[in-house]
């Protein structure tokens, strides 16, 4: 129902918010999601809409604003972006591309639109085998000492919830958002080692339990998700189901 779908989505989206800062900060205080942004096609100004059906044209963004609103107008702009997705013509995968390469080159761009795009009801581009093209091009393009912690989150929080929530439905709708989750992660595993480093990281704080070793991992790594573990309050239910999403990384 849109009612579950409204709490997905609002339960991701603030934990996201909240784990955020934990990313955006380089030694010396520097905000990464500031600095370094990856390029994307600015093929208008600010004050023009983007090349779409005069019907349509209203609903969507500029590139502008879909690189540097906030994070609630993030979730707004991703509800209309991600049905650009599910069209192949290729003037439609010109827009999505550029539209979601902008709001990927900062911290609440990306936040907004996985918390949406990870949690669509029904069968949608999220679940297909292969990542979309724009999504795709997009996240090869962005910053990935801001997207790949962000998007681990995006596996680790709606797995555990899966065991957390009391609802059955609910937890149904987490378990297919994990789900969707590992896809991305998937992908951007084959780009980029640090998605490895941290899936490593995690994967051994959520066996500490149990006696595992997790002195292979990155220090620091395995002390932020020692804490965002604790921030938590995962317990040994939480942790084995974590532990085997990121086993299906391997």
Partial sequence: SMRLHRIVVSSLGVLLAKEASAFTCAPGGIRVARIGLAPFPRRCSSSQRLPMAAESEATFPTIEQA?????????????????????????????????????????????????TYLTGEGDTAADKEEIPEPLAGAMNKADMDVLVPLACMNVVMPTAMTSMHTDPELSVNAARTAQRGIRVLKYLQDKHGSVKTNCDAIRAVAAVASGDDADSCVEERVEYWTKFFKNYGYGEKEKEGIAKAMDALS
């Fill in 67 to 115: 690189a540097k609103d906030p994070f609630m107008s993030q979730l707004s702009h991703a509800s209309e972006i991600c049905g650009l997705l599910e069209k192949d013509d290729a003037k439609t995968i010109t827009l999505a591309s550029d539209l979601i390469a902008a709001m990927l080159s900062h911290s609440d761009g990306i936040r907004g639109f996985f918390a």
